[in-house]
């Protein structure tokens, strides 16, 4: 079958150690360049991921007429403007997470996309598209722990490293987007609704100025979502949703290696189950549900207002955190 032809704006790790991987060995996607801010990086990926065409620019590969899609790992603060960018060139676009550094970006970018109908847009969370999460799904969907009233995740990294785009803020950096928009995402996508309002408590390192621990409470119609991410400690995650009748436990609920099978169970009285997942890789089911999606000229899985919708929520943690008090939405 045909194949989108993918060009992959920077050689950021996240790209060249996983979504690139992945997107070569789908079955709708072809990556046909890659791009670097120096010729000679985006040749040394290019060669060592058997990528046909390298460019030193970003802007000589958005100017590759046989290019379809883009693909952007760039650092956070510029996610906004090379999805512009890239639209303006006539490209799809897949933008890593978070799409901007706030909600007024993410709306900016929305207006933008108004002059391109047929052009799609969609921010890279991939954890969605793992099978797991269509167990937990049908789970919550058939009854099998009552009505949902809490979540809780948690999601931390150790990363100290104070040249890391994490640890910056001019690049975007700090745990709530780096880590915690993970939590949000996930809370919202499992209540199918949004927060009514939110509270969130922030420590910065003292160094760098970033969030490196942060803790929110998102109030649903329906219930409530707690979560905890942060960039300095022990690196763990885990989902927990609560029913009136039981309870699921996710552990590894964003990122599960695509070597090794997920583990999901519920709890419900004395009922219990075990799921095992397959091993896939949900990097690639992304990738090729994204290309089958503008081959079948159809909305992509995801639509750019839910993105939106995340970094309002986001915004509503940071105010919140900065004024010790509650945010309505």
Known sequence: MKKIS?????????????????????????????????????????????????????????????IEAVYIPLPNHLHVAWTIRALEAG????????????????????????????????????????????????????GTIGEVRHVHSIFSICNVD????????ETGGGGLLDVGCYCISLSRFLFDDEPKRVFGAMAHDPRSGVDHLTSGILEFEQGTATFTCSLHLERHQHAE??????????????????????????????????VICETCDHYAIQGDLFSRALLEDRAVPTPLEDAVSNMRVIDGIVTSAREGSWVTL
Not at 96 to 122: F, Q
Not at 247 to 271: E, N, Q, W
């Open 162 to 169: 104070p040249g890391d785009i994490r640890n910056r803020r």
């Open 6 to 66: 993918w060009g992959v704006l920077s050689t950021a790790r996240i790209g060249t150690e996983k979504v690139i991987p992945a997107l070569q060995r789908g079955t709708c996607s072809q990556i046909h360049a890659i791009a670097s801010r120096t010729g000679e990086k985006a040749q040394q990926v290019a060669h060592r991921l058997g990528i046909p065409r390298a460019y030193g620019s970003y802007e000589a590969l958005l100017a590759d007429p046989d």
């Open 91 to 142: 490209k799809h676009v897949l933008c890593e997470k978070p799409l901007g550094l706030d909600g007024g970006e993410a709306a900016r970018l929305i207006e933008e996309t108004k002059k391109y109908p047929d052009l799609r847009v969609m921010e890279a969370f991939m954890y969605r598209f793992h099978p797991q999460w269509h167990s937990v799904r049908q789970w919550i969907s058939d």
């Open 241 to 274: 949703i609560y029913g009136n009748r039981g309870r699921i436990d996710v552990a590894c609920p964003f990122t599960p290696p695509r070597d090794h099978a997920a583990k999901i169970c519920y709890h419900a009285g004395s009922d219990y189950e075990e």
